[in-house]
C-alpha cells in the first residue's frame, strides 16, 4: 500500500469538515458536529495546536482516514498522549487502521524520546479496534463500565489499551498483574 501521513492544515478545514460530517464513525459516539462547529475548532487549535496534532491517512493520493493525537501538553510531565483514530467506511478493512497506529506508535516514541506510554480507548464492541490493539503490541489494561455514551441513550463498556516504549523497543509484551490485590478479609 502507497499510505503516507500528512499533517493537517488550517486550509483544511472544510476538507476536515467533509470528512467527519459525511463519514459512517459508529465508535466515536452520538455527538455530530456541524461544519461551522468543525471549521471553528481548526481555527482554535484543537486540532492542531499545542495539546494535539492532526494528521490525514493518505492512500494512493486519496485522504481516507485521520489520526489526531491529543494530551501532548502532559507529556513533558510524564503523562501519556491518547489519540482518535479514524478510517473512511470505502476503506476499512484493508489493514490501513492498523498501519496507522503502527505509524502513530512510532511516530510519538521518535517525537518525544522521555515518552513511556502511549494509551488508547474504545468501545468493548468495536472488535475490529480492539484486534487492532494486540496485533501492534499493545496491551489490555482497563475495562471502565458504561462508560461510553451511544445513541439514544444506550451505553456501552469501554476497554483500555497501552503500550510501553519498552515492548514497543524490544517487540516483547509484558502484561499487567491482574492478581495484586490482597484478598478482602
Do not use: C
Not at 452520538?30 to 461544519?35: H, M, N, Q
Not at 463498556?157 to 503500550?163: K, R, S
Amino acid at each position: 500500500m502507497d499510505t503516507s501521513y500528512q499533517r493537517l492544515v488550517a486550509s483544511d478545514a472544510d476538507l476536515l469538515a467533509d470528512f467527519l460530517i459525511n463519514g459512517e464513525w459508529p465508535f466515536h459516539g452520538p455527538a455530530a458536529l456541524d461544519r461551522d462547529t468543525i471549521r471553528q475548532r481548526v481555527f482554535d487549535g484543537f486540532y492542531d495546536g499545542d495539546e494535539s496534532w492532526t494528521f490525514w491517512i493518505v492512500e494512493g493520493g486519496e485522504r481516507v482516514g485521520l489520526i489526531r493525537l491529543f494530551d501532548l501538553a502532559d507529556v513533558p510531565e510524564g503523562g501519556a498522549p491518547l489519540f482518535d483514530l479514524r478510517v473512511d467506511s470505502a476503506y476499512r478493512g484493508r489493514g490501513l487502521g492498523g498501519q496507522a497506529l503502527a505509524w502513530l506508535t512510532g511516530y510519538l516514541f521518535t517525537e518525544f524520546p522521555d515518552l513511556r506510554r502511549i494509551e488508547g480507548t474504545t468501545r468493548q464492541d468495536n472488535r475490529a479496534m480492539r484486534r487492532t490493539f494486540l496485533s501492534n503490541g499493545y496491551v489490555k489494561e482497563a475495562h471502565y463500565r458504561d462508560a461510553w455514551p451511544g445513541t439514544q441513550g444506550h451505553v456501552h463498556d469501554a476497554v483500555g489499551y497501552a503500550i510501553l516504549r519498552r515492548d514497543w523497543l524490544s517487540g516483547a509484551t509484558t502484561l499487567p498483574d491482574w492478581n495484586d490485590e490482597a484478598p478482602a478479609t
